[in-house]
């Protein structure tokens, strides 16, 4: 008897956790899937690789080079960082959104590094442009960047990187990225 209690009890329990959504099905997200779309596209290119022609800038000297092979989750990190569907950035944006683009600006009251993040969006709903401002204080530093990718046909084309940081007592250094995707 104390056996089938057991049984039922175990049972009952595997049946209510297994009915029970995970934390990914209940919380639907409350800004654009950023970081969804992106590593989509990510997982695209691991695929079905693409070259890369990269200019960098960094205190007046340029370099420019052509890859073949790119790890594109280190490459992006800082757009996929931009996605803001985390809990503590839920109520800190104003939407100020329309038909044909998303525009996410930060509160003026709220203090999180993220401070625009805008999307213009193509006839299918997919982004067409993407710019996202980045803004981080401390006692140490100040940085300023602003992160720009263009697509089309929903695909990665051009993305590019410029910035600032300012470590106290010290000069600016300025950089800026720019990345062609470059076709088959």
């Known amino acids: ?29 409350v800004f654009y899937p950023w970081e969804k779309y992106l590593t989509a596209q990510i ?19 340029k370099e420019e080079k052509q890859l073949k092979e790119m790890d594109w989750k280190q490459e992006w990190a800082m757009f996929l960082h931009a996605d803001l569907n985390k809990p503590a950035a839920a109520s800190s944006y104003d939407n100020l959104s329309e038909d044909g683009f998303v525009w996410y600006s930060l509160k003026a009251n709220e203090s999180l590094p993220v401070k625009k993040l805008y999307i213009q969006l193509d006839a299918l709903d997919r982004p067409a442009k993407v ?9 140490l530093f100040e940085t300023h960047k602003k992160l720009h990718m263009n697509f089309a046909d929903g695909r990665v084309q051009t993305y590019s990187i410029e910035g600032s940081q300012q ?16 076709p088959k």
């Open 1 to 29: 008897m104390l056996i089938s209690r057991i049984h039922f009890f175990l049972i009952a329990s595997c049946l209510l956790v297994a009915c029970k959504p995970s934390v990914e099905e209940r919380v639907k997200p």
């Open 43 to 61: 997982d695209s290119l691991a695929k079905h690789p693409e070259a890369v022609h990269k200019t960098i800038l960094l205190a007046g000297k």
């Open 131 to 139: 710019e996202i401002e980045i803004e981080e204080k401390n006692f």
């Open 167 to 182: 470590m106290r007592w010290m000069s600016p250094t300025h950089y800026s990225l720019m990345g062609v995707l470059l």
